[in-house]
């Protein structure tokens, strides 16, 4: 066997971060030249934008969505919205190749029959963090999350149901995704600031789909 292939072997398997958490090494490798045409097809439709949170700042990851709910805060709130509030136009339907990936990754994380309606797509550029967080929007918390690292690399913090709880520190790279659920649903989470990269396919950025149940 070739170095090659047993780092493939050893980067391809499942990190546990605990109860109902795990990083499926480069789960979405496969389909990474699908998953390039369709994020540029969603944003072409709806382009991404820096959103601005409840307390008016301005988000620095840039953001857009697809599927039947999108994402959205303003000075108003946090909400699901099914139109894209830029344009009034529903949000772009969630592409193929985004529905089976978040279903398939989602059954390896140990959750059968999740069936996203929302995808949040983060695009972070060096610099840029998303600080610690809960995804608590959506309606139905016994349904995960799964969430697509594509481009240059990041650290995902992973922490526990209280803010104060100690986030663990994850490198996350090209393909891999993060599945949470059951037990740590409501799990603290973020990114640290993005450092300087390229990527074949995605230059100087890092993109992350993140698939939920929202409504
Ligand atoms: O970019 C990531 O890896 C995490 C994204 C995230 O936490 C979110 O969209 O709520």
Redesign the pocket.
Known sequence: MTQDLFDDEVQSAALPLGPGAVVLRRFARPDEAALQDAVRQVIEQAPLRHMVTPGGFRMSVAMTNCGDLGWVTDLTGYRYDPHDPESGNPWPRLPDVFRRLASEAASQGGFDGFVPDAC?I?R?EPGTR?SL?Q?RNERDFSQPIV?V?LGIS?V?LFGGPKRSDKARRVP?DHGDV?VWGGPARLHY???LPLKEGTHLFWDGC?I?L?FRKAG
Request: aromatic share 12%; proline share 0%; net charge neutral.
């Open positions: 949040l983060n972070y998303l967080h995804d969430s690292s990041a995902f996350l993060v989470h973020g990114v890092r992350n993140t």
